[in-house]
């Protein structure tokens, strides 16, 4: 019996006792017949705490959403209310759950910083009302808008929140767009169509076996699949399986060789945190690194962490000798505490935790993967945010970092793409988009060229678009347009992408994207395109 089946079974007894208490407590019977209660309603909010930036011209940052659930079991029937006229919620009522979408405006305010509240009331829950606080920081018109609120201001002109333009000029940070944007791409690297092969997200593309590896929900976890490249034979690898760990099997990257994936799993030994969404893969809280036959017959532990450390995005090098992951070691820095996992009380310049790109050796033998040599690589001068794996020849890793001395010291969305050595020695900033956040950095397959993802909203999943760079950082061009309207691809609302992979011919871009939020956990509904390009991009004489 596994640890999770038995927190389970306990709740299940907890629930029992207490449904016995109920029964004595709240229930009499007579000649008039029985009466019960039934326990209130309670409302439950994912964020407590927003934050918006503007300027005295009247440009403001984008909207922000906030979650109302009901935790207890009686009708939750809600409504909204502001306390200041610059704030707007909607929609002002509702039951059940809900989403409120919360937008700001300047009405004539003048520089400095403002404060609201709103308020969500329920007459028949047991801890209304309750509250969300909104902090506002108006700039000067000639003052770029900065500080810890979700979306940066767009300042230029013709570029409007949710959109991304190519756009030269002498002030990068003037621009929502990658600096030294080409806005015709060379004719082999011309996007020929964009299509859908399938609901998943992480996907890799093993070119040994020409098979790609996804994650894919089932029953509110993801779970590991494989299928061909064009969406058919899809097969889990990790359902139902005995040996893992219940929860989450996500992040799966493909050995060189094709006989072995290595992935990120959830250790269901602690419990998750709130609405669980540190817990999912990518944000890797609780994770380990495991490491499982091509097939999904046989899975081995790689690392043990205690409770609120994290992985995420485990790979290998090119020549399959060196195992490679993310890992968050906050409760190095603070025992027994860690990181929060919460953006409304992380740590400023901490906002997505600690990270260190961690190194080993790696064979397989008749007993399975040995793992040795285990090594932190560290850039002082940068925060690191997520790193992405090696070069084709295994000389550079690549990560997005921040540096804090550009972002007035928080790390919210100051991702800028660099490469260094495997050693910590050199480093080479390739993005430089302060307030705009660049990850899922991808070399193509004759290592000339980089497919990464760029939040036009500024921060991370907000307004992403794909955009195509020289292995120097030159040359950027965007590939994709799914937050403007008139494009086949286009999303009304759309929430980020994950991460990406080319195919061996060099031809093709396979990425995850989130399209819907759902009432249900994990929440965020993604799915699985295909990018053809008009010839081999990434893959050149």
């Excluded at 306390?83 to 509702?94: L, N, R």
């Excluded at 333009?165 to 690297?189: R, V």
């Excluded at 050796?361 to 090594?375: K, L, Y």
């Excluded at 609302?493 to 939020?517: C, L």
Aim: hydrophobic content about 30%.
């Amino acid at each position: 019996m596994n640890t999770r089946t038995k927190r389970i079974i306990g709740v299940a007894a907890g629930i029992v006792v207490v449904a016995i208490v109920v029964v004595l407590m709240g229930t009499q019977t007579g000649l008039f017949g029985t009466a019960s209660t039934t326990p209130p309603a309670q409302i439950s909010l994912n964020r407590t705490v927003l934050n918006y930036g503007a300027t005295t011209v009247g440009e403001a940052t984008g909207d922000q959403d906030f979650l109302i659930d009901n935790s207890g079991k009686g009708a939750l029937n809600w409504t909204v209310s502001t306390d200041q006229d610059w704030i707007s919620a909607t929609p002002s009522s509702g039951s059940g759950s809900g989403q409120v979408t919360v937008s700001v405006k300047d009405s004539g305010l003048s520089e400095g910083t403002y404060m609201g509240t709103i308020t969500i009331s329920a007459p028949d829950a047991s801890n209304s009302p309750q509250t969300v606080n909104v902090n506002l920081d108006i700039y000067s018109s000639t003052s770029r808008a900065f500080g810890a609120f979700d979306t940066p201001v767009d300042n230029a002109p013709p570029a409007k929140h949710g959109n991304c333009i190519c756009e030269k000029g002498e002030n990068e940070n003037e621009h929502n767009a990658p600096t030294d944007c080409t806005l015709e791409p060379i004719p082999e690297c011309k996007v020929k169509g964009i299509e859908v092969i399938g609901e998943g997200v992480y996907p890799k593309w093993s070119y040994a076996r020409n098979l790609i590896a996804f994650n894919r929900v089932v029953n509110a976890n993801y779970e590991i699949f494989t299928m061909k490249p064009d969406g058919s034979d899809v097969i889990c690898l990790t359902c139902n399986k005995q040996g893992l760990p219940e929860g989450h099997r996500g992040q799966p990257y493909w050995h060189p060789g094709g006989e072995y994936i290595v992935f990120a799993a959830e250790n269901t030994d602690f419990e998750r945190l709130g609405w669980g969404m540190a817990d999912v893969p990518g944000l890797g809280r609780n994770h380990n690194v495991w490491i499982m036959t091509s097939d999904g017959s046989q899975y081995w532990q790689v690392t043990h962490y205690p409770e609120n450390w994290g992985v995420i995005r485990p790979s290998f090098s090119h020549d399959g000798e060196t195992l490679y992951w993310n890992e968050e070691y906050s409760m190095e820095k603070y025992p027994g505490v860690g990181c929060p996992w919460n953006l409304n009380e992380v740590r400023r310049g901490e906002e997505w935790g600690l990270w260190h790109i961690k190194l080993a050796n790696v064979s397989f033998g008749p007993d399975g993967p040995e793992v040795s040599n285990i090594r932190n690589v560290v850039h002082s001068d940068l925060v690191l945010l997520e790193g992405f794996g090696f070069s084709p020849d295994d000389q550079r890793l690549i990560f997005t970092s921040a540096n804090l001395t550009e972002t007035e010291g928080t790390a919210y969305w100051g991702g800028d793409i660099y490469i260094g050595d495997p050693g910590g020695g050199s480093l080479t900033r390739l993005t430089n988009t302060r307030y705009y956040h660049d990850e899922n950095a991808e070399y193509s397959p004759d290592g000339k060229r980089i497919v990464l993802s760029h939040a036009c909203g500024g921060a991370p999943a907000k307004g992403v678009e794909l955009f195509l760079m020289e292995s120097d950082g030159s040359n950027k061009t965007r590939l994709t347009h799914f937050n403007d309207p008139g494009y086949p691809e286009y999303i009304s609302k759309t929430y980020g992408s994950g991460e990406m992979d080319w195919s061996p011919d060099g031809t093709r871009i396979v990425f995850g994207y989130g399209y819907q939020w759902q009432f249900k956990y994990p929440f965020i509904a993604h799915r699985l395109y295909r990018l053809t390009f008009e010839g081999a991009c990434g893959n050149l004489p």
